[in-house]
């Protein structure tokens, strides 16, 4: 069993930055693929970012990408998302999942989940 803990969440305004983390206990995460996911208020889930066991490989939602980086550390069990040029369209609550699969683009390809942290994005 994988307990997984994001932190890093808060308020920030349009054009900022917060790194997110989520850290794995329970079991090594080493050998799982990891990815965020956000979900408005309203809206369904989306995948934001993955990142592949070795940190080799990574995919980005085209809303993201060049603003948000994808990271691991597995050292640590723990995996990052940098998020900068912040947009109140970012604002959701962002969970992070771990993946036995390659390249998962699926909720359903997640089998561990987070219970979230809230991002908030300020005009």
């Known amino acids: 069993q994988v307990q997984l803990v994001e932190s890093g969440g808060g308020l920030v305004q349009a054009g900022g930055s917060l790194r997110l983390s989520c850290t794995a206990s329970g079991r090594t995460c080493s050998s799982y693929s990891m990815g965020w996911f956000r979900q408005a208020s309203g809206k369904e889930r989306e995948l934001v970012a993955t990142?592949?066991?070795?940190?080799?490989?990574?995919d980005y939602a085209d809303s993201v990408k060049g603003r948000f980086t994808i990271s691991r550390d597995n050292a640590k069990n723990t995996v990052y998302l940098q998020m900068n040029s912040l947009q109140p369209e970012d604002t959701a609550k962002y969970y992070c999942?771990?993946?036995?699969?390659?390249?998962?683009?699926?909720?359903?390809?997640?089998?561990?989940w987070g219970q979230g942290t809230q991002v908030t994005v300020s005009s």
């Open positions: 990142i592949n066991w070795s940190g080799g490989t990574t």
């Open positions: 999942a771990a993946s036995l699969r390659f390249r998962p683009t699926h909720g359903y390809e997640y089998v561990y």
